[in-house]
Structure formats: structure tokens, C-alpha cells
């Protein structure tokens, strides 16, 4: 049986997308309001241990959420597909694209992780870690990684549904496939069509850091900077970048 999913549109162009670590299926904001239904047909995937998916187990590792990707690809008869990663999902999809490159039309990663994975000193790798069992450092991560600037009300329904749609085990196991990951060099020189989004506050994952990874590993990458935005620009720019992600996937 596939991951839980969920499926939003009709349209010919099919597009499955990939959560961040404090995402799920059903956590991609507003922007989800401004996806043209009638042009593509997206599947929202759930990871195992996340979301309608909490109670299936696994290794909870990079290369079985691509095999899950394409089992659930296979369940809804897409031979081919576009993907869209958020965060951890940017790595993810890049997982998919290595272990099944001819499946893959196009990809759009946002504010994502690189092939390389992301290195971290040990005081913040000790906090991050700790994440899974603290939801006061959940916030932090939040308001960090979004520059500091939005409202608290917000980051509680931000941690809050990060809580509900992943289990501790999970959330604590993904940290390290996404932190401690490296394909990169197999991925060096792949042709794919690739659109690599940040947001202007975002202090971690920003445009310095995607030319150093995504932009010298794909040569037919591009970058867009997306103002008013740190890392969750489905919440902070929703039509934004609905508009942007549309408009890449159907050129």
C-alpha cells in the first residue's frame, strides 16, 4: 500500500510533492488556495511516521522515501511525473530523481537541503536533536529559520501541527537523514530541468549556500529569491510562489 496522500486537481501535469521536516501532506499552507486544479493534478505525500502515515514504520531514510514516492507514483499510474520538495523534501526529491531519472520532467526544491545534507557544530546538533521531544525548541527552529519576524501566534500553530503529524521516533530519525545524507557527487552534472527557491530571511538555506550545491551540481539549474519570505513561503508568500512554482513546471 502507498503512503498516505492527498490529492488536489485534475489537470494533465501531475506533480507529486515532497513535506519538510515540520510539514505533512496536509501542511502546505495557503498556497495550496492558489494551485491551478485544472492544469495540474498534485499528490501530496505523506512520510512514513508522518500524518495519515504515523503509524507505518520503516527506516525512515532518504532513499526509502523515494521508493515510496514511486510506489505511489505506481499507484496512480503517473509513468511520469514533476516533483516539488520542501526543505528536507528538496533532498528528498533529488532522491527520487537518482533512484528513477527517467520518471522525473521537472523539479522545483524550496528553501530545500542539499544532496550533501547540511553540517551542523555539536551545540546545534544537540538542540536540533532535541527537537523531537521539546516543542518550546520546535518554535525556536521556527522562528529562527523564518528571520525572527513573524508573529508568535503562528509559530504555535506551526509547532503545534508539527506535534500532531509526526511521531517522536520519526521526527527524531529524519533529523539525521537529512542532516548527515551525502549523494551529491552522484548527482553531478544531471541534466534535469531544476528551479531552486529561498526566501530573502532565511539565514540557514540561502542563495550563497543553493549556488554552492544545487547550482554547481545541475547545469541547467536556476535560483530565485523570493522577498518577504524566510524558509516557509508557503505560509509567508503563498501566491508568490504558487505563481513561480507553476509557471517552471509548465514551460
Same mark, same amino acid.
Do not use: C
Given at each position: 500500500?502507498?503512503?498516505?496522500?492527498?490529492?488536489?486537481?485534475?489537470?494533465?501535469?501531475?506533480?507529486?510533492?515532497?513535506?519538510?521536516?515540520?510539514?505533512?501532506?496536509?501542511?502546505?499552507?495557503?498556497?495550496? !488556495?492558489?494551485?491551478?486544479?485544472?492544469?495540474?493534478?498534485?499528490?501530496? #505525500?505523506?512520510?512514513?511516521?508522518?500524518?495519515?502515515?504515523?503509524?507505518?514504520?520503516? !527506516?525512515?531514510? #532518504?532513499?526509502?522515501?523515494?521508493?515510496?514516492?514511486?510506489?505511489?507514483?505506481?499507484?496512480?499510474?503517473?509513468?511520469?511525473?514533476?516533483?516539488?520538495?520542501?526543505?528536507?523534501?528538496? #533532498?528528498?526529491?533529488?532522491?527520487?530523481?537518482?533512484?528513477?531519472?527517467?520518471?522525473?520532467?521537472?523539479?522545483?526544491?524550496?528553501?530545500?537541503?542539499?544532496?550533501?545534507?547540511?553540517?551542523?557544530?555539536?551545540?546545534?546538533?544537540? #538542540?536540533?536533536?532535541?527537537?523531537?521531544?521539546?516543542? *518550546?525548541?520546535?518554535?525556536?527552529?521556527?522562528?529562527?529559520?523564518?528571520?525572527?519576524?513573524?508573529?508568535?501566534?503562528? %509559530?504555535?500553530?506551526?509547532?503545534?501541527?508539527?506535534?500532531?503529524?509526526?511521531? !517522536?521516533?520519526?521526527?527524531?530519525?529524519?533529523?539525521?537523514?537529512?542532516?548527515?545524507?551525502?549523494?551529491?557527487?552522484?548527482?553531478?552534472?544531471?541534466?534535469?530541468?531544476?528551479?531552486?527557491?529561498?526566501?530573502?530571511?532565511?539565514?540557514?538555506?540561502?542563495?550563497?549556500?543553493?549556488?554552492?550545491?544545487?547550482?554547481?551540481?545541475?547545469?541547467?539549474?536556476? %535560483?530565485?529569491?523570493?522577498?518577504?519570505?524566510?524558509?516557509?513561503?508557503?505560509? !509567508?508568500?503563498?501566491? *508568490?510562489? *504558487?505563481?513561480?512554482?507553476?509557471?517552471? %513546471?509548465?514551460?
Amino acid at each position: 500500500m502507498a503512503n498516505s496522500h492527498l490529492l488536489v486537481g485534475q489537470g494533465p501535469r501531475r506533480v507529486i510533492a515532497l513535506h519538510g521536516w515540520f510539514g505533512s501532506a496536509s501542511g502546505w499552507g495557503p498556497m495550496v !488556495e492558489s494551485l491551478d486544479t485544472e492544469a495540474f493534478t498534485y499528490a501530496f #505525500m505523506d512520510y512514513r511516521g508522518y500524518g495519515a502515515s504515523q503509524s507505518v514504520t520503516g !527506516e525512515f531514510s #532518504m532513499a526509502e522515501i523515494a521508493s515510496d514516492t514511486l510506489a505511489l507514483a505506481d499507484q496512480l499510474g503517473w509513468d511520469r511525473f514533476s516533483l516539488v520538495g520542501h526543505s528536507m523534501g528538496g #533532498m528528498a526529491i533529488q532522491r527520487v530523481l537518482l533512484a528513477a531519472p527517467h520518471r522525473v520532467e521537472r523539479m522545483v526544491a524550496i528553501t530545500p537541503v542539499p544532496a550533501s545534507g547540511v553540517p551542523f557544530d555539536d551545540a546545534t546538533w544537540g #538542540m536540533f536533536s532535541s527537537a523531537a521531544t521539546t516543542a *518550546a525548541v520546535r518554535k525556536g527552529i521556527l522562528d529562527y529559520s523564518t528571520g525572527q519576524r513573524l508573529s508568535g501566534r503562528w %509559530l504555535d500553530r506551526m509547532t503545534a501541527h508539527s506535534l500532531a503529524n509526526a511521531t !517522536e521516533a520519526a521526527f527524531a530519525a529524519y533529523l539525521v537523514a537529512w542532516a548527515k545524507t551525502d549523494f551529491a557527487s552522484q548527482l553531478a552534472g544531471n541534466p534535469i530541468a531544476i528551479k531552486v527557491i529561498v526566501g530573502e530571511h532565511d539565514p540557514s538555506l540561502t542563495a550563497d549556500v543553493m549556488r554552492a550545491t544545487y547550482l554547481a551540481t545541475y547545469p541547467n539549474a536556476q %535560483l530565485e529569491v523570493i522577498t518577504n519570505a524566510g524558509h516557509y513561503p508557503m505560509d !509567508e508568500t503563498p501566491v *508568490a510562489l *504558487a505563481t513561480s512554482v507553476e509557471r517552471f %513546471l509548465a514551460a
